[in-house]
């Protein structure tokens, strides 16, 4: 008799701690979700500020650029006007000498 009430007792205890050890696994999972979703959402979040402050740098480094063309198409007419300025009163003297002639 006594046998049977420790075997009963034994199996009640066995299916309490299947029942604990059930609950508990399914608390981690569920923990594990929460922390997979939030790493997920960190890791979203840190590649749109990637992505932004790569634009952003694009973005600078190619009004860099624009200026530095400008700057150098300006030297660049500077340049010819000034090897044109010192060529226009030779042509032209000689369109006149041609025309006098």
């Given amino acids: ?11 009640s205890q066995a299916k ?8 508990q696994a399914a608390e981690q999972a569920e923990s594990a ?3 997979r979703q939030q790493a997920l959402t960190q890791a979203e979040q840190e ?7 790569a634009v952003t740098q694009a973005q600078s480094q190619g ?3 624009v200026e530095q063309l400008k700057a150098q198409g ?4 500077q340049k010819l006007r000034g090897q044109v300025n ?3 009163p030779a042509a032209v003297a000689k369109v006149m000498d041609y025309l006098k002639g």
Avoid at 74 to 77: A, P, T, V
């Fill in 1 to 11: 008799m006594e046998l049977i009430k420790k075997i009963k007792q034994s199996e």
């Fill in 16 to 23: 309490e701690i299947i029942e604990q050890a059930k609950t």
């Fill in 33 to 35: 979700a929460m922390n």
């Fill in 47 to 53: 590649r749109k500020k990637a992505i932004e402050a």
């Fill in 63 to 65: 009004q860099a650029e």
């Fill in 74 to 77: 300006e030297q660049d007419r």
């Fill in 86 to 88: 010192t060529k226009v």
